[in-house]
């Protein structure tokens, strides 16, 4: 239904039982809907394969500006592929990315990806693992990245080091 609407621009899926194969299928959408700004995947099924799909999805898409996959399970894999959509993608500008097993390599792909994206406003990395050396490529990248306004860490694996890098 989707790949043939014309009118909705968002799309909450949030807190159902969605896994990879559904996640799947909304990605191809994603590639083509011309409509679609806001998708919000929450509290889900959807693991680090799915994430790379998403990710193509995002880098082909025109019009997606908000993607929410709080509460899903992408992890550091997940994480590095989406990193490389936000590289490129010139239109989305928040993502969040809230409890999702997000480690140290998660955070440092995502820390390159903030060097070079124009666009992003809005970063949920709360609840994940992150700790004090992918907090330092991140304090890094924010030097660089002018369009980044709000970003959340609350609830990671910050120690002293990190926050004296921030």
């Not at 490129?88 to 440092?108: E, H, P, V």
């Not at 990806?113 to 666009?119: D, E, H, P, R, V």
């Amino acid at each position: 239904a989707l790949k043939k609407n014309s009118t909705l621009t968002t799309l909450d899926l949030c807190c159902n039982s969605i896994g990879d194969n559904a996640a799947l299928a909304l990605s191809e959408t994603l590639k083509t809907d011309s409509t679609l700004t806001t998708l919000d995947l929450s509290s889900n099924s959807i693991g680090d394969n799915r994430a790379l799909a998403l990710s193509e999805a995002i880098k082909a898409n025109s019009t997606l500006t908000a993607l929410k996959l709080r509460s899903n399970s992408i992890g550091d894999n997940g994480a590095l592929a989406l990193s490389e959509a936000i590289k490129t993608n010139s239109i989305l500008t928040t993502l969040d990315f809230r409890n999702n097993l997000i480690g140290d390599n998660g955070a440092l792909a995502l820390s390159e990806a903030l060097k070079t994206n124009s666009t992003l406003t809005t970063l949920d990395l709360s609840i994940n693992s992150i700790g004090d050396n992918a907090v330092l490529a991140l304090s890094e990248a924010f030097q660089t990245n002018s369009t980044l306004t709000t970003l959340d860490m609350r609830s990671n694996s910050i120690g002293d080091n990190g926050a004296l890098a921030l």
